[in-house]
Structures are given as structure tokens and as C-alpha cells.
């Protein structure tokens, strides 16, 4: 599976940008979808996820109300809608794969469960 993201950039505080995550080279519509972020000195964190079927999403406190993730199966895409946002958003944004679907809510912002990832896109949010 290749997951190409996209979408980042430089905006100010309160602007939105929406992410996408295009996958290729496997059935999409199995796979539960997940971003993260790293910004610079920090370690890499979870964002949000979406179940396979798009029924079950599940955020950090720290976007909650902000973001919205959702997916397109038939375009093998997976968005991440960011609303409101704050210096403090600014990082490199992932987006990953999990290729069995298997797991619960509870396991989406473990890094552990995620097979493919990404190559990142940069999002600068400025005072």
C-alpha cells in the first residue's frame, strides 16, 4: 500500500485546511485510517482515525471539535477536515494505514497497529 498525502501549508491562526491521504495498491475500503502528527523536538502523535465502513471515528482531546476525519472508499481517500486552527497544530501530519480492520476504537491512536504510513505534509499555523 502507498499512502500519498497532501493538502498542507502555511496558514494563520483560525484558518482551515483540509489534508487528504490518497492509497494506492491495495482494497482500500478494509483498511481502518489513521493521522498523526509530529511537530519539531516532539514525538509523533495521533491525531484521529476512522473505522473501515466510516461509521466509527475517534480524536485527540487535543483536535476534538476542530478536526473532522472521513474517507471515500471509492476514491481510496482519506480527508482530515482541520477547522479553527492554532500554532500549536503545527507539524509534519501522517497519514496511515491498518490493513486487517480488526481493531476497536480503543486501539486507533496506537501507532503499533498501523502497517503503512505516509511520507508527511508539513502544516504551519502562524500567531
Known amino acids: 500500500v502507498q499512502l500519498q498525502a497532501s493538502g498542507g501549508g502555511l496558514v494563520q491562526a483560525g484558518d482551515s485546511l483540509r489534508l487528504s491521504c490518497a492509497a494506492s495498491g491495495s482494497s482500500f475500503s478494509g483498511h481502518i485510517m489513521g493521522w498523526f502528527r509530529q511537530a519539531p523536538g516532539k514525538e509523533r502523535e495521533f491525531v484521529a482515525a476512522?473505522?473501515?465502513?466510516?461509521?466509527?471515528?475517534y480524536y485527540a482531546d487535543s483536535v476534538k471539535g476542530r478536526f473532522t476525519i472521513s474517507r471515500d472508499n471509492a476514491k481510496n481517500s482519506v480527508y482530515l477536515q482541520m477547522n479553527s486552527l492554532k500554532p500549536e497544530d503545527t507539524a509534519v501530519y501522517y497519514c496511515?494505514?491498518?490493513?486487517?480492520?480488526?481493531?476497536?476504537?480503543?486501539?486507533?491512536?496506537?501507532?503499533?497497529?498501523?502497517?503503512?504510513w505516509g511520507q508527511g505534509t508539513q502544516v504551519t499555523v502562524s500567531s
Open positions: 496511515a494505514a491498518d490493513l486487517s480492520g480488526y481493531y476497536s476504537r480503543s486501539y486507533y491512536s496506537q501507532e503499533a497497529i498501523y502497517d503503512y
Open positions: 476512522i473505522s473501515w465502513s466510516g461509521g466509527v471515528t
